[in-house]
């Protein structure tokens, strides 16, 4: 779709040339690889399933806020779930609460009283041991009872809010003291003195992921005698947007799958949007993941079990379709389905671990390592995925695109560490821009298309560029006596009612666009562009490391190219492209292309065949900003921002939304949550599990099936591995260079991780960690160097080596 010119030499060798020269500032292999969130940590693991620890009063008030009748009356259910956690770890260790979402109660009888319950709990078991293993205590909630009790229409999120607050309530008196024993309660003593309520972190998915989001104002307004417990990480994963929320004041991941089958409006982007700018000055960043091939149930391995929740029709998610994408779900049983062992995990469950569990040991645990599967900075390169290799999909349909094609990172900085330049704005969302000079655009098409979603078309602005929000003005009409489809006050461009990804066959009939927020419309059939002037005063970026724009693409205006053939399930064969350009003080320019790998797939088209597997949502365009200080423009002094569309050797046509322009990721590192768990060794106590149990038998209460790390759920408790001796130093046996790789091998006994770093020689450059893996008694590391000399630091022993 390039448009047509007579001069083709120049600008192709233009073309090449700055690709060769944006290859070249690429950045090699990073010394610091982050830790791999898959790896095992020191601790063994100890788990109590069922977990008994008390009762709850649910009640939850009618739509009309009075009282409930019938199912949904008030009741009390026990307080019930699983819990891991290393009970060989010396001091407090961080709580993690786990909330799945809506299903069915059992597998055989009926609700509230099953002849056996479903146990959605341990579906997480994958999440929970991984935790534990490194110092973390993991409760997931068990709701089979709840859900026959809540409320149709408030969908039990206020019988939600209460249940995690009640967990945490009990947590917090079983680390005061033993919890007597008796038919509700089998934890006693196990936990007295373990927990460090300082960090603690939640987890919900699908009506989970709504419930873990509305506790975060619930935990932050709870009434006395009720607890405010000080949360340091949420994430919704799949979730539902029942109560249209906001949140602030946390660290908030929200994470969702191109091939969801059950939340298929994908409404964690709207939870994201909306999250962004509800507090000013609010110092905690925002994460959104959007993931191809993933569907919503095989996050649980108990819901694996019961089927496949995507459109088997579908293009890309049908797992019976032959170019389907698919991540495979885990290799559970029936009598497995509650275990984490890592080898029934599947490539989805994989995925899941790597993301969740970096993000807890990043904000919860305060290890800045983790930032990067954070940020999305992994994908610099152009080809490294933004999970670690370990989690990359290994069946057929999985590698059917690269890895790193797969997630999608956008990371809104917190405000000390981001300097907001386009962004619409309530009153002046054409003209004025975040720092507050004018907004200039020409060339620009009318976004709004004949026959779309949107009826009577808008007249043109001056501009050209339009502003939309998608967000309707009622939620679910019908519920209110509406009749028609769901409108916003602006909505944005969309299809029409039946095409595909019309409203006419979305969940809800909500809008195809699901980033529910402002933003910009922009479409163009000839050469346009948008900039805006950056006063001196906000011209000083060298404090930040990237420049990063939020873009969806509407994959169903005739003006982006076709989506037929393989780019159906294949999205980098449609991908749109511009050109982002900064200009200092002096008429310097840089100028990048949008839809470069490097910067990530935001401008990829949607995967999908059908409807509900069809979606616009804004991802992170991340551009790092030293690609412009190479090019010459002064980053102490940039003075202009410009968005150039349809040029030479670009798409000549296109629509996409923008959003969210934005300098950001403070250079010296984020300052949130900077304070690491301690490394404490394990303690070689008697084995947790014999513990438990024993105290169990001795009161004559319920007893605890607690395995051993990795082993089946069906297999007996165990004692689990003696822990290595505390006290230990590993050693450097060999240091070897290659193709200028450096290999390192050592010997150890110790259980901790070990720290190994390299330094170059002569430079005033920090000293970089090397991932270390550990096999047995010996372990090893490796890192990709530029020549030169470098110390190599292992515990107290130091080696110098040259690399040529």
């Known amino acids: 779709m390039n448009r047509p010119h007579g001069e083709l030499v120049t600008p192709a060798l233009k073309a090449l040339a700055l690709a060769l020269f944006l290859a070249v500032l690429a950045p090699a292999t990073s010394l610091a690889a982050p830790p791999d969130p898959l790896d095992r940590g020191p601790y063994t693991v100890t788990t109590l399933d069922p977990l008994k620890i008390g009762t709850v009063d649910l009640q939850e008030p ?3 806020g009075g009282a409930t009748t019938g199912t949904a009356a008030a009741a009390t259910v026990q307080l019930r779930g699983s819990i891991y956690y290393p009970a060989n770890r010396a001091s407090g260790s961080p709580v993690i609460v786990l909330v799945h979402g809506n299903h069915s109660s059992c597998d055989t009888g009926s609700a509230p009283n099953c002849t056996a319950f479903k146990r959605n709990d341990r579906g997480y078991a994958y999440l929970g041991e991984n935790l534990a293993s490194w110092g973390y205590t993991v409760a997931s909630i068990d709701q089979d009872q709840l859900m026959y009790y809540q409320d149709g229409t408030a969908r039990g999120m206020h019988q ?4 995690i607050a009640a967990m945490l309530d009990k947590l917090w008196d079983a680390n005061v003291a033993p919890i007597p024993m008796g038919d509700n309660a089998n934890i006693g003593g196990a936990l007295v003195g373990k927990l460090d309520f300082s960090r603690v972190g939640l987890m919900g998915h699908s009506r989970g992921g709504d419930a873990v989001s509305s506790f975060i104002d619930y935990n932050r307004t709870r009434p006395a005698p009720g607890r405010k417990y000080n949360l340091r990480g949420v994430i919704a994963l799949a979730p539902v947007d029942y109560e249209r929320r906001a949140p602030y004041g946390v660290p908030y991941m929200t994470m969702f799958g191109y091939c969801e089958g059950d939340v298929t409006n994908l409404q964690g982007a709207r939870m994201f949007e909306r999250s962004q700018y509800i507090a000013p000055g609010d110092p905690f960043p925002r994460i959104q993941v959007s993931m191809l091939g993933v569907n919503h149930n095989w996050f649980n391995s108990v819901w694996f079990a019961d089927g496949d929740d995507a459109t088997g029709t579908d293009t890309a998610c049908g797992t019976s379709q032959p170019n389907n994408i698919r991540l495979s779900g885990g ?12 080898a029934l995990m599947g490539d989805q469950e994989k995925a899941g671990l790597a ?16 930032d990067p599967y954070m940020t ?11 999970i670690p290799v370990s989690a990359c999909p290994t069946s ?3 590698t059917r695109i690269p890895c790193a094609e797969r997630n999608m990172v956008t990371y809104f900085a917190e405000p000390a560490a981001r300097r907001d330049v386009l962004r619409p704005e309530t009153d002046t969302p054409l003209t004025v821009s975040a720092v507050g000079t004018a907004i200039t655009g020409s060339g620009f098409a009318n976004p709004y298309q004949a026959g779309s979603g949107i009826s009577p078309i808008p007249p043109t602005t001056a501009g050209g560029f339009d502003w939309c929000n998608p967000e309707p003005i009622y939620f679910t009409p019908s519920s209110l006596g509406f009749s028609g489809l769901p409108t916003a006050t602006k909505g944005c461009p969309l299809p029409a009612a039946s095409a595909l990804g019309g409203q006419s066959g979305t969940r809800e009939n909500a809008p195809v666009n699901h980033s529910y927020g402002m933003q ?7 050469p346009a562009s948008i900039a805006t002037r950056i006063p001196a ?5 060298r404090g930040f490391k990237t420049l990063t724009l939020g873009a969806g693409v509407n994959f169903f205006d005739t003006r982006n190219p076709p989506r037929t053939g393989d780019a159906v399930w294949n999205p980098a064969l449609t991908t749109q492209d511009f050109s982002i350009v900064l200009v200092d003080k002096n008429g310097n320019t840089g100028t990048v292309a949008a839809g470069s790998p490097r910067y990530g797939n935001a401008l990829h088209q949607t995967t999908g065949s059908t409807t509900a597997r069809t979606h616009v949502v804004l991802n992170a365009i991340r551009v790092p900003l030293q690609d412009f200080a190479a090019q010459g423009v002064d980053l102490a002094n940039v003075r202009k921002l410009e968005l150039k569309f349809g040029e030479l050797g670009k798409p000549a046509t296109g629509s996409i939304q923008l959003s969210d322009v934005r300098f950001q990721e403070a250079v010296g590192g984020s300052a949130v949550y900077t304070d690491k768990l301690a490394d404490i060794p394990p303690t070689t106590a008697p084995a947790p599990a014999a513990t438990v149990k024993t105290a169990a038998a001795a009161t004559g209460g319920t007893r605890a099936t607690a395995t051993e790390l990795g082993a089946p759920a069906s297999a007996p408790a165990t004692t689990g591995a003696v822990a290595k001796p505390a006290a230990c130093s590993p050693t450097l046996k060999s240091a070897t260079v290659k193709a200028r790789t450096l290999v390192l091998k050592g010997a150890t006994t110790c259980a901790s991780p070990i720290r190994v770093t390299v330094a170059r020689v002569g430079k005033a450059s920090k000293s970089k960690a090397l991932r270390v893996k550990v096999a047995g008694s010996g372990w090893t590391a490796s890192a990709k160097l530029a020549a030169g000399r470098y110390k190599v630091t292992v515990a107290a022993a130091t080696r110098v080596v040259t690399v040529r």
Request: net charge negative.
């Open 331 to 342: 290799t559970y049983t029936a009598a497995t389905r509650g275990s984490g062992d890592p």
């Open 376 to 386: 999305g900075e992994l994908g610099e390169d152009g080809v490294s995925p933004q």
């Open 355 to 370: 993301l969740m569990g970096s993000f807890f040991r990043r904000y919860v645990g305060g290890d800045v390592a983790f």
């Open 537 to 541: 005063a906000s011209g000083d970026v």
């Open 160 to 163: 939600r809010r209460i249940i």
């Open 520 to 526: 910009l419309a922009l479409a163009w059939e000839q």
């Open 62 to 64: 009618n739509a009309a």
């Open 396 to 398: 057929p349909s999985g």
